[in-house]
């Protein structure tokens, strides 16, 4: 086979053969000033991403019976990351031989975050929120992790207009998504449904009445109690059609397990995408049983072996906990992936609706020990917390 020889061809070559002594010329050239040592690109990685936090609590207020709000800042001066209205961090401490933690929904603003305060608004109910209610106070110090979470508007996925539904707490994450709209972060028009007992548990009204006024509108809803200017029962789907076009609005949905079956029964005749209604999720729970059994559980992490008793209603990470074993975790529900950990042997089940892994990670046997009950004595391998 003959090639033509072309003009183009010889001139590379001779550039080829130049390289080295050209790439030698180049560096001689160059400064002897050391490269940096820290780059703009990785420091802004660092203010976005900034892994566990070291934070001091600075303020406690009662919102409601049963629901305080907690205000944070970041002991080493620098902002909280700037994160998407809606989402979550994970709060640590020490609570007696234990190390817990328990993910909340934000308060505040992404706008707030970079002025270096963050605040959390946190219901009686649980153990260490329980504890927190009981105990934290101003000077208290704890460990934080950087924002997370999927609960949050998407322009690509959702309509313009969203419908928020909170129950009790629940009200949490709507009202950063409601200051992130008036404060012009968000374009979405926001319409919120917020049901409680009666009005003295409507957790954060001063500042949903104020927001009222830049553009939010807010439904109340009261199950036990009927007043003026406030709407009577449970959210269902006579009201929602009261307020809103249903069909073409997207729905935000946090609050308890009971209000989530509700609400699916209300929207289920208008046949709805799967991606038109979103839940936040909750932490899994122990499981209801009269006398549970108690395993041998063995946990690896880096070089060290631990040995400690994992009853099966509750889930590995809550054992790992209890036995003081800093186990990384953020969701405690499932989704993140942040827990997931090699399984080494044992018998175990998964929590019904919140197997969140990847094919990948069944098919090599790994685990979430978030959501993971024994079965009988295991062993895992647990990655190390940031």
Not at 68 to 90: I, L, M, W
Not at 283 to 295: G, V
Not at 348 to 364: M, P, Q, T, V
Request: glycine content about 8%; aromatic content about 10%; proline content about 6%.
């Amino acid at each position: 086979m003959k090639f033509k020889k072309q003009i183009f061809g010889f001139m590379d070559m001779l550039r080829f053969k130049k390289l080295v002594p050209n790439r030698r010329a180049a560096l001689a050239a160059g400064s002897a000033q050391p490269l940096p040592q820290d780059y703009r690109v990785n420091q802004q990685a660092r203010r976005l991403h900034p892994g566990m936090m070291e934070v001091e609590l600075t303020a406690v207020r009662s919102l409601c019976p049963g629901m305080k709000e907690f205000t944070f800042r970041r002991t080493d001066g620098d902002a909280f990351p700037f994160f998407r209205a809606g989402q979550y961090v994970s709060l640590q401490a020490q609570v007696g031989g234990s190390v817990v933690s328990r993910p909340y929904s934000m308060v505040s603003s992404p706008r707030q975050a970079l002025e270096n305060q963050l605040v959390l608004g946190i219901a009686d109910a649980g153990f260490f929120s329980g504890w927190l209610h009981e105990n934290a106070k101003p000077g208290d110090r704890f460990r934080m992790t950087e924002p997370s979470g999927e609960f949050h508007y998407e322009t690509l996925r959702d309509k313009k207009q969203i419908v928020c539904i909170a129950g009790g707490a629940g009200i949490t994450p709507f009202i950063s998504m409601a200051r992130s709209m008036v404060e012009g972060d968000e374009e979405y028009e926001m319409i919120l449904f917020y049901g409680a007992r009666d009005e003295a548990h409507l957790a954060y009204k001063a500042e949903l009445d104020e927001l009222t006024q830049k553009g939010l509108r807010v439904v109340y809803v009261l199950s036990d109690e009927e007043k003026p200017g406030f709407e009577h029962g449970f959210v269902t789907a006579q009201l929602l059609e009261k307020y809103v076009d249903v069909p073409n609005a997207s729905f935000f949905l946090c609050g308890p397990v009971a209000m989530y079956n509700f609400a699916d029964e209300q929207l289920a005749g208008y046949h709805l995408p799967r991606k038109a209604v979103y839940r936040d999720a909750s932490c899994c729970p122990d499981l209801a049983m009269d006398a549970p059994r108690t395993f041998r559980l063995t946990v690896h992490l880096r070089d060290q072996v631990y040995t400690l008793e994992a009853a099966e209603n509750e889930t590995l990470l809550t054992a790992m906990e209890r036995g003081g074993i800093p186990a990384p975790n953020k969701c405690r529900a499932g989704g993140c992936g942040y827990c997931h950990s090699k399984w080494l042997g044992g018998e175990f089940r998964i929590a019904e609706g919140r197997d969140g892994r990847r094919e990948a990670d069944r098919k090599f046997g790994f685990v979430h020990p978030c959501v993971t009950y024994p079965l009988s004595d295991m062993e895992i391998e647990v990655p190390v917390s940031e």
